[in-house]
């Protein structure tokens, strides 16, 4: 039986991005995959070449326990149910063929590289679909925003954004998988979840310890991450179905552009980040009564500062309907900074004077 090849075929030192997409188009970083093979006696027969691994999830700590061949680079596990043998895997598409996810993959090119994994893994488990009929178990699809120049105040004010239907996220974290890149998460891990990042932060961290590694990355990378907010909606199997993604077959563009956008639109990702008088004006147009007004103001308030409310949960959700109507968050109480957003269609922060 042949043994799997080792490392990235498509790694080179001096890579320059190839394929490179639409960057205004949303792309896919990582994909889970799954499918029936032919049994179980393949794992017995190399079991002097395979090694334990782990993924550890970067935002809960869980820690899920995988297998890779000693000399392969895709982790794998394999699950029994009755008569029916399953092989798990996960990777992402773009460090597997570029060596790097600075630049995730369109829909054609990402197919094109689950059609090598899946040639990766035939000759020894025997695939019982075509590569068609794998099982999308996860699917990241990223935007990067340019111009980012003040993440932190973008996302301290995005995490105090209540959504209806969202129970109260956990806001900001440093993530230590990605260096301490400063991040925002929203969603469930078992069926969507998003995050916004800081994108340089991320890449530093991997170049250093690249280096100290004796595997040192391109140099590009650095230059090409430099005011970027990464955007990227994890979206489990639940979730892939009810939008229609159950195969590979569905992993079209248009597919990633639909859960990207409805990511973004569900956790209210776009809205405006203003000072006090813009908030204030913006509550005062609203139309509602004074006493609505005045209660939506406290409301906007308390959820800035994490602050605990006795209000009903009728009203306060009343109150988050306004607020994503208006589409506006408070920013702090002294600050005297223009407005300023991420725009989903321009891809870039924009910032906007206001007069107070």
């Known amino acids: 039986m042949p043994s799997p090849t080792s490392g990235n075929q498509h790694q080179s030192l001096d890579w320059l ?31 002097d070449k395979v090694t334990e691994t782990s993924i550890v999830d970067a935002v809960t ?18 699950e029994v149910s009755g008569d029916t043998t399953t092989l798990v895997t996960e990777c992402s598409l773009p460090r597997r063929r570029n060596g790097s996810n600075m630049f995730p993959l369109t829909a054609n090119h990402a197919r094109d590289e689950v059609l090598d994994v899946y040639h990766y893994f035939d000759p020894h488990a025997g695939w019982r679909v075509p590569v068609e009929a794998l099982r999308v178990r996860r699917l990241d699809a990223t935007v990067d925003f340019t111009g980012v120049t003040d993440l932190p105040r973008l996302l301290a004010a995005l995490a105090s954004v209540s959504t209806p239907g969202e129970r109260r996220n956990p806001g900001l974290f440093y993530d230590r998988e990605r260096g301490g890149a400063l991040t925002m998460c929203r969603g469930s891990r078992e069926y969507e979840r998003s995050l916004i990042y800081d994108k340089a932060a991320e890449v530093r961290h991997r ?4 280096a100290r590694g004796g595997h040192p990355r391109p140099s590009w990378e650095i230059s090409a991450s430099v005011d970027i907010a990464r955007f990227e909606t994890q979206a489990r199997s639940r979730y892939l179905v009810r939008q229609g993604v159950h195969t590979v077959a569905d992993m079209t563009q248009g597919a990633v552009d639909r859960l990207a956008q409805r990511a973004w639109d569900r956790h209210a990702l776009g809205t405006h980040v203003a000072d006090a008088p813009t908030v204030l ?35 306060c959700n009343g109150h988050r309907n306004e607020i994503r109507r208006l589409g506006l968050t408070l920013d702090e109480l002294d600050g005297r900074r223009p407005e300023t957003w991420l725009d989903f269609e321009a891809r870039r922060q924009i910032s906007r004077a206001t007069e107070n």
């Open 281 to 315: 004006r913006a509550i005062q147009g609203s139309g509602l009564s004074a006493t609505k007004q005045g209660g939506l103001l406290r409301h906007v308030l308390f959820e800035r500062y994490d602050m605990d409310c006795d209000t009903a949960l009728g009203t």
């Open 61 to 78: 700590g869980e820690v899920e326990r995988w297998f890779m061949w000693v000399q392969g680079d895709l982790p794998f596990k394999i």
């Open 17 to 47: 991005p190839r394929d490179c997409p639409d960057p205004q188009a949303p792309g896919i970083d990582t994909v889970r995959l799954s499918g029936p093979v032919s049994g179980t006696d393949w794992v017995g027969t190399m079991a």
């Open 207 to 210: 170049h250093g310890r690249a």
